[in-house]
């Protein structure tokens, strides 16, 4: 097996930062040595087969991007990334685990969805890779389909609060759903927004002519998204079962898994770099020369961007660091302008809802670093610590420690990243929500599994290189 010596970096972890060296055997990181330390009297850096210099850099493990769409198909097109483009773009922004979600749609057997997703990603991945199970439809043979789940390594499940007559789940399936992951561990993961009233205020807008973009984020109400996660939290509290809520975005809800969470309830929540950044007024309500108001249509996802006069952004950084919010993941669901985005000209409701970040989340978090929002050691713990423990991944990945896979991002602090469609864009988009967004930092090199497949610009990984991850259950729980 292969050896490599990373030396002279700093090695961060979710507790602390210090100077070490970390010796790799194969795929696997054996130790995190005092820099310069010898093996039986052997200079160790003439004893290994490749020496990594991370002098002045920071030496930390692996991104895992905990919710991704390759290929999802969504309202009559599918999300523009393949698990092969996805998973590329994903390794050149530092990430090198993703857990994506297999889908079941109503009447389709959960075993079928699932096959389905593995036949998409198999020998295509650049990095790592697990799954979640969407149920879209929950009854009886999908409910008992759930434990099932555990053995094939899928040890969460989202439902859909929105969506109505797609993905919906009414609340007695989710009662249902959620006696399951009380009784067997798996971790409920919630789409929570009033779906039925989001589609009576996006109808009535329609109805009045309010048909652009912008409107998206004027039907989606973050009164909807505060209600369905308090629903969502006491459905939690009567069953029982652990719950996870997707890429919250309006501060009502943060306050709702607060107050859930300071009663001693098992209930967390994920943000994405978007609800950090981006909102309502500046991006949904955005206008171009090349797309007049449709130009919002490229930042419309759900949940939606928010207000930024209300405040929203900026209680999502202090939740991420009061431990309100616990990760960050993307969320990565892409299209394209050109004939996906294009569905919803004359009428939002039609835009396909996502937006591209795989590839910039690690960089996007560094920046919150860099002004002071969150520390070194909390961007680590955000971005790869938390995501493994939450999703039972935790000793493999997400930690620089002997028996860890050797998944390591070597980051220069004294780098920097201009993010844009032209320079530095490898996700399969016609165009990128993070145009001009500039980041003082870079991703140098990237190893997975202790094959080095990003380094000083070049891509040197092969679609097949990532694996399928079995989880175990989630190691996070209170
Ligand atoms: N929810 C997601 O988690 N992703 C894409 C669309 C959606 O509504
Ligand atoms: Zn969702
Ligand atoms: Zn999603």
Known sequence: MPTTLITGGTVVSSTGRGPADVLIDGETIVAVLTPGSTL????????????????GKYVIP????????????????SASDTFETGTRAAAWGGTTTI????????????????AAWHALAAGECAVDYGFHQIIGGVDEHSLAALPTLIDEGITSFKMFMAYPGVFYADDAQILKAMQVSADTGLLTMMHAENGPVIDVLAEQLVKAGNTDPFFHGKARVWQAEEEATHRAIMLSNITGAPLYVVHVSAKQAVEQLAWARDKGQNVFGETCPQYLYLSLEEHL?????????????????????RSRAEGHQDHMWQALRTNDLQMVSTDHCPFCMKDQKELGRGDFRAIPNGIGSVEHRLDLMYQGVVTGEITLERWVELTSTTPARM????????????????????????????????????????HSAWEGFEIDGHVDTVLSRGKVIVDDGAYLGRKGDGRFVKRGLSQYLI
């Open 391 to 430: 999703f039972g991944m935790y000793g493999k990945k997400g930690v620089i420690a002997p028996g860890a896979d050797a998944d390591v991002v070597i980051y220069d602090p004294n780098g920097h990243t201009s993010i844009g469609y032209e320079k530095t864009h490898h996700m399969n988009m016609d």
């Open 99 to 114: 857990v994506d979600f297999a889908v079941q749609r109503q009447g389709e057997r959960v075993e079928d969805g699932l």
């Open 62 to 77: 692996g991104g895992i991007d905990a919710h991704t769409h390759m290929q999802l198909p969504f309202g009559g097109t």
């Open 40 to 55: 039986l009297g052997h200079d160790l850096a003439a004893s290994v087969d490749s020496v990594i210099d991370a002098t």
């Open 285 to 305: 309500g955005a206008k171009s020369e090349e797309w007049g108001s449709f130009e919002g249509a490229k930042y419309v996802c759900s949940t939606p961007l």
